[in-house]
C-alpha cells in the first residue's frame, strides 16, 4: 500500500512540477506549483511527519503559492519577463537537470544513509508543535507580515498600472 502511495505521489509531484515549468499560462503554472507542493507534503505524510505536512501545507500551499497565483493575477505578463523561445534552451535544461539529479542519486546512493542506526526514540511531533511556537513565534508572526507586505505591494503595483492607462487615455 505504502509503494502504491509512493509512486502515486511520485507521478503527481514530478506530473505537476514539469507543467509547472512548461505551462504557457502563469495561472496555470501557478496551480501546478501547488500541486508539486502539495504532493511534498503526502511524502511527509509517508515519512510519518503529519506535522511537518500539515505545515507545508498551511504555509507554501496556502499561502505563498497563492500569494504568487494572486500576484500573477494582478500583474500583466508583459511586466514580469519577455518570453525567448529557444528549443536548444529547453533541451539544454533538461539535460542539465538529468545530470544534477544522477549525480545527486549517486552521493546519495554512496553515502551509506541506509546504514545509520539510532538508539534515540522517535521524536513526537506534538512536542516540535509545543517547541515550535514556544520559540520561534516572532518567526511566524514576521513570515505573517512579509505575507501581508506582499499582497499589499500586488496590490500597489495593479493600481499604479491603471493610473498609468487612465494618464495615458487623456
Known sequence: MADAAFL????????SAIAALEMRSL???SIALMG??????????????PFVALFQIAVYVGSIA???LFTVMLVK???IFKKIEDKRRKFAGIGLMLIIMVSLGAVFL????KTITTDEPAPDFRDIGI??????????????????GSVTGALVLA??????????AN
Open 77 to 79: 505578463r508583459e511586466l
Open 110 to 113: 554512496d553515502s551509506g544513509i
Open 36 to 49: 508539486t507542493l502539495g504532493g511534498i507534503a503526502g511524502f511527509f505524510f509517508l515519512l510519518d511527519a
Open 8 to 15: 502515486a505521489l511520485t507521478v503527481i509531484t514530478i506530473g
Open 159 to 168: 493600481k499604479r498600472e491603471d493610473v498609468e492607462n487612465d494618464q495615458r
Open 27 to 29: 495561472i496555470y503554472g
Open 131 to 148: 517547541d515550535f511556537v514556544t520559540y520561534y513565534w516572532p518567526a511566524l508572526i514576521l513570515m505573517g507580515l512579509l505575507l501581508a
Open 66 to 68: 497563492v500569494l504568487i
